[in-house]
């Protein structure tokens, strides 16, 4: 690869003469192909590398989950941001918290749903119902009209007349249904709209369908690819009987009429399967007792492509209970229970249909039972805050709601608690962000890389993570300038399905990452591999595959930790440990053709500070009992299936 | 903001604001009573009417007769127990009713207090605050990224480099993240991939010549600038919509103030002495 650039610039060069140096009119056959000058280890197929590019460079990066004061909750909580408040802090503006503190982002997101809860988002649609009996009568119809031609004012001061004289008609106890009155739903749909910067910041159109079954947690954020004028022709689907229903299946079938009727394109992604108490990911029955069937298989996965995998109540990526030899797969575990005001104590045998990785092997068994992988999801991190604000920066981080923003009080106070345990207020996690490998920053672009799950989920942390997979990468397609040019040639980008080969080789992966420039050096990368043996079993494994450092594996096949530089008392660290970036190219060395697999990176950044310890030092007070001082922030891949 | 506050006030929309929402006040006070009061309940067909236009907003067909059934009984279900609710005073001190109440009047005041405004009044907030408008710069740039090089290492890179650009692609290290073109990357995108000292550098060295090196978290860059394009604010025709959308939030939020200023001033707030215990 290197010594690619300087042969090629002789003939280009000498070409180039000769052209200068015929007359114009002179006719110089062109090379049938000018690719075929390049050497075989460039991959690029121009010679400028960045001529006919037609993949992302960098991961555009956002929260698929932002409530806002329009919550329900998120106001009972104390929240007053608005949706406009939210798209303007997260693109980079300086604003008021909801408790009066002024709050900035370290830099940008370049994208974010506000996603507010669906029931109740229509209220002032009910308040001003009844339009029929308002024009019915003769003062209310000339009401309506004078208000509709502008002379809103005047009309304004005449009710109040007739109210103070105690003369206004009983027959118009309802105010007109004027379009200034807008829903709530409406108002979330402008704000996206005024926001929504093609190129520079996106706005998405979303919602929370937030189906609780006695407690079990089983939301879905719903995202638009689509603009207002197909987003407003339907209502959100809520989760109350007679309008909603808080079945999965249920909403589905919105999802469905609503692309029926309006030719628009809608997704739908989970989250916090650990408050579900065994629910989130069934194998066997669904909630409500149903087998799961052909029907539900197929249309989770035609609906569901993404998995919200951590996000402030707990990560939700493994479980050390289901993946005993992970020594990190317990990081920041909530698993107490559900989401009731007393939780529902959570047994083991719920812990299989909570985690994502378990999720990720169930679906290669239900694939093999009903011919469809309902739970082949891509991975995103998301914050799930109800303060309008999307803070995932342990430095930066304003909590899971307004009542739970900074104050030297918020650690201590009980979040869950039942005869399990107590989740305090310090349990809360500072994450997650979703970072998406879209060329345009656009609905369109993010949307239909949501898509193709060509996505990542971190813990708040940006590092920057590319992760490919084929059958002949070489250690030479990672050492261009360029990797990602061979990544998408030769292979698949994270989400994808390995193609298919001849022959019996074993697949290779290519993963490398970068750090984050405001955060922590990296620690190690590591691939986890699902599979399924002939018998129906299904299991995993976790390879540490480049690392920094001269550290070797112990005799347990453990890489020893990498050290830990974390001040508490000062909140500090130092990047002495650690490598700024990491990339290897990794081949399976347990690979069986015969069984469907899955692969996902796992990147870990070295400890820094978690954000319980950096509020301990802002506040003067100590850290709380149980709370870890440091944290590893990581990044979670999509994976890429192999199948036989 | 006194000024600002008085000039909001003169306006006639004010005094609008302040009947819609004084009218808002009165619709509490007068049909409470009669409510609780009154043991009738009428199902309207506008309210019938409204429940099936939301059952088909949201399901794009109408109810069956079944259905409809479920939506009537379920109407009343929810009015009887909402009037005996009141009655046994059930929505009084609560947090949440509170609450929606108070996001109720904002949102009726927001609704009242949108309007068009003109391009005088959008020039005039366009020139208040041009650096809210302000169109980030943008950079074009050529680099080599240094991974755990040394000073010396760097320098003598980057003499090779100024004679010979083909040096570039020999002693670049492998980012494949760091792409070793940027092209029209604005200052926001520069700081948040390098920080903001970085960013602070890169701007100031000259364009032309292969220079540095400067220090990013990630180790030593050698640097080509091709092109600086300075920060600008444009002109009201070229982010019209932004400006409006922008003048529009800040009417709404002085429209507000204004209001409950106002609201506030009609009561006599009596605050009592409080000793705020040790922690």
Redesign the interface.
């Known amino acids: 690869m290197?010594h690619a650039?300087?042969s090629i610039?002789v003939p280009a060069l000498v070409l180039g003469l000769l052209v200068a140096s015929l007359p114009a009119n002179a006719q110089i056959p062109p090379p049938k192909d000018p690719s075929d000058m390049l050497s075989g280890s460039y991959t690029g197929t121009s010679y400028s590398p960045?001529a006919g590019r037609s993949f992302p460079?960098?991961p555009l990066w956002g929260d698929t989950h932002l409530h806002t004061?329009n919550s329900?909750d998120a106001?009972?909580f104390?929240a007053?941001l608005t949706p406009?408040d939210a798209y303007r802090f997260a693109r980079?503006d300086e604003i008021v918290s909801s408790t009066g503190i002024p709050i900035k982002l370290s830099?940008?997101l370049d994208w974010l749903v506000v996603s507010d809860h669906s029931d109740n988002v229509?209220?002032?649609?009910?308040?001003f119902?009844?339009?029929?009996?308002?024009l019915s009568d003769p003062t209310g119809r000339d009401w309506y009209d004078r208000i509709k031609a502008g002379d809103?004012?005047a009309v304004?001061?005449e009710?109040?007349g007739l109210?103070a004289n105690g003369n206004?008609p009983d027959s118009l106890?309802?105010?007109p249904d004027t379009p200034?009155?807008?829903s709530v739903w409406q108002?979330n749909i402008e704000a996206a709209e005024?926001?929504n910067?093609p190129g520079q910041f996106t706005a998405f159109i979303g919602y929370e369908w937030t189906s609780l079954v006695t407690g079990n947690n089983m939301h879905r954020v719903v995202i638009y690819r689509d603009d207002a004028d197909k987003a407003s022709q339907?209502?959100?689907?809520?989760t109350y009987?007679?309008?909603?229903s808080p079945n999965p299946r249920d909403l589905w079938k919105?999802l469905e009429?609503?692309e029926?009727?309006t030719g628009g394109d809608v997704l739908a992604l989970a989250h916090n399967g650990n408050l579900s108490n065994g629910i989130m990911f069934p194998v066997r029955a669904q909630y409500d007792g149903k087998r799961l069937n052909k029907e539900y298989v197929t249309e989770r996965a035609k609906w569901e492509p993404l998995y919200e995998a951590t996000q402030i109540k707990g990560d939700g990526e493994a479980h050390p209970y289901l993946s005993p030899d992970d020594e990190f797969a317990d990081y920041e575990t909530w698993d107490i229970g559900n989401l009731d005001t007393v939780p529902t104590v959570k047994t083991d045998d719920m812990l299989a249909g909570e985690y994502a990785r378990e999720a990720l092997k169930n679906g290669l068994v239900l694939e093999a039972r009903l011919g469809t992988n309902p739970y082949k999801f891509g991975m995103v991190g998301s914050t799930d805050s109800h303060t309008g604000l999307a803070t995932a920066q342990e430095d930066n981080f304003f909590g899971k709601h307004s009542g739970a923003e900074p104050k030297?009080e918020r650690m201590e106070h009980p979040f869950l608690a039942n005869e399990k345990g107590t989740i305090m207020g310090w349990g809360m996690v500072a994450s997650g962000l979703a970072a998406v490998y879209a060329q345009d920053n656009t609905r369109e672009a993010l949307f239909d890389a949501m898509a193709r799950k060509e996505v990542y989920a971190t813990t708040g942390s940006?590092m920057?993570v590319?992760f490919f997979g084929g059958w002949d990468y070489t250690d030479a397609d990672?050492?261009?300038?360029?990797?990602?040019f061979a990544g998408y040639q030769k292979g698949v980008p994270m989400g994808g399905d390995l193609r298919q080969h001849s022959g019996g080789k074993s697949p290779t992966f290519m993963v490398?990452?970068?750090?984050d420039?405001?955060g922590g050096n990296l620690d190690r990368i590591q691939i986890i591999k699902g599979w399924l043996d002939s018998r129906g079993n299904t299991h995993e494994k976790v390879y540490d595959v480049v690392w920094s450092g001269d550290r070797a594996p112990g005799a347990n096949g453990k890489l020893p930790p990498v050290g830990n530089t974390v001040n508490a008392a000062t909140a500090n660290f130092t990047?002495t440990i650690g490598a700024?970036?990491l990339?290897t190219v990794w081949t399976d060395p347990d690979f069986d053709a015969a069984q469907s697999a899955f692969y996902y990176a796992r990147v870990l950044e070295i400890p820094t500070p978690r954000w319980s310890t950096i509020e301990a030092f802002r506040f003067g007070i100590s850290i709380p009992e149980g709370a870890p001082v440091s944290t590893q922030e990581r990044a979670y891949t999509s994976p890429i299936w192999y199948t036989p | 903001m006194f000024d600002s506050i008085r000039t909001v006030m003169r306006e006639?929309?004010l005094?609008?604001l302040l009947?819609?929402a004084?009218?808002f006040l009165?619709?509490n006070y007068?049909?409470e009573p009669k409510m609780t009061g009154d043991d009738q309940i009428i199902v309207?067909?506008?309210?019938i009417?409204?429940l099936v236009t939301?059952?088909v907003?949201?399901?794009?067909?109408p109810?069956s007769d079944a259905?409809l059934r479920?939506?009537i009984d379920?109407y009343i279900l929810e009015e009887v127990l909402y009037r005996e609710a009141t009655a046994i005073g059930l929505d009084q001190d609560d947090?949440?009713i509170r609450?929606?109440l108070k996001?109720?009047m904002e949102?009726l005041v927001d609704?009242?207090s949108?309007t068009e405004p003109t391009d005088e009044e959008l020039q005039q907030f366009l020139d208040a605050d041009p650096d809210r408008f302000q169109i980030d710069a943008r950079i074009s740039f050529e680099h080599v990224y240094l991974?755990d090089a040394s000073l010396e290492a760097a320098n003598a890179t980057l003499a090779a480099l100024q004679k010979d650009e083909?040096v570039k692609?020999?002693n670049?290290l492998?980012?494949?993240?760091?792409?070793?073109?940027f092209?029209d990357a604005s200052e926001?995108s520069i700081?948040?991939?390098?920080?903001g000292s970085?960013k602070d550098d890169l701007f100031a060295l000259e364009p032309g010549q292969w220079t540095g090196p400067v220090e990013?978290?990630?180790?030593l860059h050698l640097i080509r600038i091709d092109q600086i394009v300075e920060a600008r604010v444009p002109a009201l025709a070229e982010i019209r919509s932004?400006v409006k959308?922008d003048w529009l939030?800040d009417r709404r939020n002085k429209a507000r103030q204004v209001l409950f200023d106002e609201l506030r001033a009609k009561y006599t707030i009596t605050i009592e002495e409080y000793e705020a215990p040790d922690?």
Do not use: C
Request: overall charge positive.
């Open positions: 290197k650039y300087k610039l960045y460079t960098f004061g329900f106001g009972a104390g007053r406009e980079g830099r940008p229509g209220f002032f649609a009910d308040l119902a009844g339009k029929p009996s308002i809103g004012p304004a001061y009710m109040i109210f206004f106890m309802y105010w200034e009155f807008k108002r005024e926001y910067d339907m209502v959100p689907y809520t009987p007679p309008f909603g919105w009429s609503y029926e009727k030297p940006r920057m590319r990672m050492a261009s300038r360029n990797p990602a490398y990452a970068l750090k420039a405001f990047n700024s970036e990339g | 006639p929309l005094h609008f009947a819609g004084g009218l009165l619709f007068v049909s309207t067909s506008g309210q009417e409204h939301l059952f907003k949201t399901r794009v067909r109810p259905e479920g939506l379920n947090t949440i609450r929606r996001q109720k949102f609704d009242f949108a991974i083909a692609t020999d670049a492998a980012s494949g993240l760091l792409p070793g073109h092209e926001t700081t948040s991939q390098f920080g970085f990013s978290p990630f180790g932004v959308r939030a922690l």
